[in-house]
């Protein structure tokens, strides 16, 4: 589904790949299908245990799948009796602790994969590498007199130095402060993209894989929810959980009418095509107005200053509970009643069962999706 | 594809197999698997002889003499148990929380000097004992000489006993109570004995309540390795004719001609080193030694000025001189003054043997030392777990019981290879195995496999899973991973853990003395009987030998305490 995508030939593609461990009743991976284009960042996002990697690992070669097929730059290298092994792939991995060789300098590293190289092409090879990460000054160091964002810079040296089909990052930044971490992200998805590496990238940060990925991969139990463009996946998930995981998501009952939705909190003028007459609405902070009314249905239960604004967590009459974001200057105190209204601007995912209904018409989709990179 | 799904039916039934196991396949993951059977089974003999001997009927003069010794043995084994442990303990606990939570003049030698003891074997500790202070000792002479006494006219202990036989083991043991029990107390955190100390308890309690709870599993893994070598010991009980069950062994061996009373005496040495074992799990609980990142008190500490440091600094210099200084100078002397009457070319090939010979067992350690480590890292399954967990358990069993435990099996097999070869070539082959080198290195295999096991596996596990792996995304296949990445990386780890059995199978006594070959002799063969027929003088030259081989591994330790002081780092071995 996605192979059809992507304009470009895809440089990774998996194929209803399966991994089960001995031992574990779900599989780790249950049937996933990816691509990645050439020159593209993914990010494969999701809480742990869902398999993301294991993912990674599958497309390196240190997992073979159990069902489906992998392929690299057109090459099946896994499934239907195939096997190239880790070293025979042409992908490059960038490990969660680095995994750089204590015993080797950072140049001695760097050039560890540039063994079919000619001898002659090892040196400027790994010169350019070092310069394109900044760590030209560092190659007669050793690992442990670097420091982390250094080491980092050097693991990626280090995978690209051979000229991958594709770079495999762990959790790449994981081990690093948090100021630093978003210093060296960047640094990373420029050098990514000045050298027109194709990528796949694992985290738990939804932060990050939105800053970081052209495209975003949810996974979930071992399956992929949805993979889109940051924007896409954020404004238009397909599914309740990718809702849930991207920011504050609170979800309102609403009763499906000829003209819109009826909810607790309002009326909303958009029609959707739900199979019975109830639904669930996605409902952000951003959607929600509040404000003072001695005789509100609201109780405000609580203000979380997040610097520029204020949330409020709100309790209707029901009891559920949903945010409203609010500039920090109006000042509501713990227990004021106020009033509460959906003024999204735009229609709101709705879901049944679980899974997105798309809007019907009354008003176009307010984000248009973008096709990928 | 037939072999990949032999692989997860293997994996399958081990332990903890999930995502990051490796499973290797192949020529090389047989070749593992078949090396962990190897180990398993060879570990395995001198145990199972040992205890299938206790069924084996025995003939009746030696059922008649067990029934007068054994409880003699029995006694002695718990009385020299009981006062070792107590000794080692309060000298071993004692040094240790004083250079590790106080401040003296002399604290950082004390540190490194109260490892020494380490470097001496304790038959060498006895003899040298036993020379001075016996009747015609230099000490007893003198004291006749200054108050003008005469023999009958005052008492002094009697070094050949039961309490002398504590006292010596108590001055070369206690560094193992001293090595876990300081790694215990640098590991704990600094502001748990600050809040005991707010919570207005007193220092003395604060150590007594909180501190030695806290470092228990330490000290008691340190008590434990101090009595196992309590049951293997057989030089010194020997020589203060202390009748214990090492000795016992030997007696029926050589003196009754009978192995399978000696086996018999042999289980029930066994039990003893269960008894010392279970303790030692039952006490050190669910905690495993972690000496990771540590806040020690670098700068804080007690200060101890004064009087009070003199004493503390005398409290910590006072084993290590009677442990090692004493003997040491001792033993200098002697060599100096009188030395190994033998010329110096048969001198040099008694040494040059038993430095080859050593040089074999190291050898050989090492590399199933090496075959074990990767069986459980590459091919994880039931067999190569097995024997890890079996690799460890050689070092509990005393040398004797390990050679009783070998011996008797290559006998039988010579005796029925040398039965078959009689009826089918008319040909005697005579002993092929049993009373020859082989035997002897197997038996040092089987005893010191823990040690040069516990070191590889420490080196082998600073090379995480994902440097196997960025070798192999970088286009290094197995072999290549293995010379480019493991070799440099392991090579420390393989040589310290081939030094650490090179020295210990220099040192061993009671295993060589009954597996070597006829007329086999190496230097601990010759310091014995030298120092059994009162020649202590001449034996000075090949003890000295060995204790400043014995020095190496000292060093080595001690400066990696010095290196990374905090935590001190892996007790391996010892």
């Known amino acids: ?373 | 594809m037939n072999i990949s799904d032999t692989e997860v039916s293997l994996a399958a039934g081990g332990a903890a197999v999930g995502r990051g196991s490796r499973v290797a396949g192949g020529v090389a993951g047989w070749a593992l698997r078949l090396a962990g059977v190897v180990v398993v089974a060879l570990l395995g003999l001198p145990i199972v002889t040992v205890l299938a001997s206790l069924i084996a009927p025995t003939d009746g003069a030696w059922a008649r003499l067990a029934a007068l010794t054994l409880p003699q043995y029995v006694t002695n084994t718990v009385w020299l148990l009981l006062g070792i442990g107590a000794g080692v303990f309060i000298i071993g606990v004692g040094t240790a929380w004083l250079v590790t939570m106080h401040r003296f003049p002399g604290r950082g030698l004390c540190e490194w000097v109260l490892l020494l003891p380490l470097a001496v074997p304790a038959y060498l500790l006895a003899y040298t004992y036993a020379d001075l202070l016996q009747f015609t000792g230099p000490v007893q002479s003198a004291l006749r000489a200054w108050a003008g006494w005469r023999a009958g006219d005052y008492w002094f202990p009697e070094i050949r006993s039961l309490g002398g036989a504590i006292a010596v083991m108590t001055c070369v043991f206690y560094p193992y109570v001293y090595l876990l029990a300081r790694a215990a107390f640098l590991e704990q955190s600094v502001s748990v004995l600050e809040v005991s100390r707010t919570l207005g308890v007193g220092p003395w309690q604060t150590f007594v309540r909180v501190a030695l709870p806290l470092a228990r599993p330490g000290i008691v893994a340190g008590l434990a390795l101090a009595l196992m070598e309590v049951l293997a010991d057989f030089g010194t009980v020997k020589h203060f004719e202390v009748a214990t069950f090492t000795t016992g062994i030997y007696l029926t061996w050589f003196g009754l001609g009978s192995p399978v009373g000696a086996a018999k005496l042999a289980a029930g040495l066994l039990m003893f080193v269960l008894a010392v074992v279970g303790l030692e799990r039952a006490f050190r609980g669910r905690r495993r030694f972690h000496p990771t990142a540590v806040r020690a008190p670098q700068s804080g500490g007690f200060a101890l000025v004064g009087a009070r440091g003199v004493a503390a600094l005398a409290a910590c210099l006072l084993p290590p001189l009677l442990g090692f200084g004493v003997p040491g100078i001792v033993l200098l002397w002697l060599a100096l003054r009188d030395g190994d009457p033998a010329p110096g070319a048969t001198f040099v090939a008694l040494a040059a043997r038993s430095f080859g010979l050593a040089a074999l067992a190291a050898l050989a350690s090492v590399v199933v030392a090496a075959a074990i480590a990767y069986g459980v890292r590459q091919a994880r399954g039931p067999v190569t777990l097995l024997a890890a967990r079996v690799a460890t358990i050689g070092y509990a069993l005393p040398g004797s019981l390990i050679a009783v435990g070998v011996l008797l099996p290559f006998g039988r097999i010579d005796n029925a290879v040398d039965a078959w070869a009689r009826v089918t070539f008319d040909r005697s082959t005579g002993l092929l195995l049993s009373g020859t080198v082989v035997v002897l290195v197997l038996a040092y295999l089987v005893r010191f496999l823990a040690v040069s096991y516990n070191a590889v596996d420490a080196g082998l596990s600073r090379i995480r899973p994902s440097m196997d792996e960025a070798a192999r995304t970088l286009g290094h296949g197995a072999g290549s991973t293995l010379m480019r990445v493991h070799a440099p990386m392991m090579s420390g780890s393989l040589l310290a853990a081939g030094l650490l059995v090179f020295v210990d199978t220099l040192k061993e006594l009671p295993a060589t003395l009954i597996l070597r070959p006829f007329n086999f002799d190496t230097l601990a063969i010759r310091v014995y009987q030298l120092a059994s027929d009162e020649r202590l003088a001449q034996a000075s030259t090949a003890a000295l030998v060995i204790v400043a081989v014995g020095l190496a591994p000292v060093i080595i330790l001690s400066r990696a305490m010095v290196r990374v002081r905090p935590g001190a780092g892996r007790v391996n071995g010892l």
């Open chain 1, 1 to 373: 589904m996605l192979v059809d995508r992507v304009s470009q030939p895809p440089v990774i593609v998996l194929r209803d790949v399966v991994r089960q461990f001995a031992g574990t009743a779900a599989p780790a991976v249950a049937g996933i299908s990816l691509a990645v284009a050439e020159g593209e960042i993914l990010a494969l996002l999701g809480p742990s245990g869902s398999g993301k990697t294991t993912v990674l690992r599958l497309i390196a070669g240190f997992e073979r799948p159990d069902a489906g097929t992998v392929w690299i730059a057109g090459r099946q290298v896994a499934g239907g009796g195939v096997w190239v092994p880790a070293e025979a792939r042409g992908v490059g991995m960038v490990f969660q602790d680095y995994a750089l060789f204590p015993h080797l300098t950072v140049a001695e590293n760097v050039a560890f994969g540039l063994h079919c190289v000619l001898a002659a092409e090892r040196g400027p090879r790994t010169a350019d590498v070092l310069r394109l990460v900044g760590m030209e000054a560092f190659a007669s160091r050793y690992p442990h007199e670097l420091s982390g964002g250094q080491q980092q810079r050097v693991a990626l040296a280090r995978a690209l130095a051979p000229r991958p089909f594709a770079v495999l990052l762990d959790e790449p930044f994981s081990n690093l402060d948090a100021d630093l971490r978003s210093q060296v992200r960047d640094e990373v998805r420029a050098i990514l993209k000045a050298t027109g590496t194709s990528a796949i990238f694992v985290t738990h940060d939804q932060e990050e894989a939105l800053l970081l990925g052209d495209r975003v991969a949810l996974l979930n139990q071992g399956t992929c929810e949805q993979v889109d463009t940051p924007e896409g996946i954020f404004h238009a998930p397909v599914t309740r959980f990718v809702a849930a995981f991207f920011g504050r998501a609170d979800f309102l009952p609403a009763v499906v009418r000829s003209d819109g939705l009826e909810t607790e909190a309002g009326f909303l003028p958009q029609r959707v095509a739900a199979l019975n007459g109830h639904v669930e609405v996605l409902v952000r902070p951003d959607d929600v107005e509040i404000a003072p009314d001695p005789r509100g249905a609201g109780a405000v239960l609580d203000r979380l200053f997040v610097g520029a604004e204020v949330i409020y967590r709100v309790q209707l009459p029901s009891g559920r509970i949903v945010h409203a974001r609010q500039p920090h200057t109006a000042r509501l105190e713990r227990g004021a009643r106020v009033t509460v209204r959906l003024a999204p601007g735009h229609p709101l995912a709705c879901f049944e069962n679980g899974r997105a209904i798309a809007a019907d018409g009354a008003v176009d989709a307010a984000v248009p999706v973008h096709s990928s990179a």
